[in-house]
């Protein structure tokens, strides 16, 4: 590691100013090195965002190969979900996706990318927590990825789900993504207070990719509301301390 950290300095000194270093994929001992790291092997059955969990606010990550040999609606959806959930920069798409090719791919690519631009600096200020817990039948969902030569069997929730909490600020943001072909109606249940949020008054509002929402005042520490999501829809609850007491 300190070999190549003398390696890469020298390419930062010699490199033009407004340019920035990148790895191939996600590597704990580069951490420091590099501006940016690619999600790109993260694409496995049963995986846990650990490395956003340890280091998102920190490192910022970009990116999912996403390689499609099926116009499955469904994969996509999972594939755009885990980067927006896992705060990982929307992008590598297959230019035959937004320039016309498949419209209901390009469609959620642009939705997403609409809500994550509401509430970004949730990824950069803040840290993932623990997911929120949805009261309801949440079914599962198994898709065919295609990953080079591979084509693993991704399970996950029809309704995927993550948090991310910003101390200092005193703010949540808790994203819901509707991978399946079904509406979804249930509600949620989350203590903000164990996620770091103190006081009892909040404020609450609930975005979608084309509605910032309206703020109204809720009673914490337990945020407890309904939830309903069109298939392939999604929407973001954003909270934020409203106590005179919290500063």
Known sequence: VDEHGV??????ESMP?????FTEATAEPYGA???SMLSNHWVAPDLVPAFPVVYGGKIPVFSLRIEFWSDDIVAFRQHI???LLWGVQLGWVDPFIVNGGWVPHAEMLRDTA???AQVRP???EGEMRRPPALIGVNPSVARVWHYYNTTPLITTDSIMTSAWVDDM??????FFVNVSDNAWSGSLRYDLGAEGLRGSQFLMRTRTPLDPGTTRPITGPILETSIEIPAGGLLAVDVQSDDPGIE
């Open 114 to 116: 609409r809500l994550r």
């Open 33 to 35: 090195m590099f501006d």
């Open 81 to 83: 979900a885990q980067q």
């Open 17 to 21: 100013a407004g340019r920035a270093l």
């Open 169 to 174: 600020q005193q703010h949540a943001v808790l």
């Open 122 to 124: 949730i990824f950069w």
């Open 7 to 12: 390696i890469v300095d020298a390419i930062r």
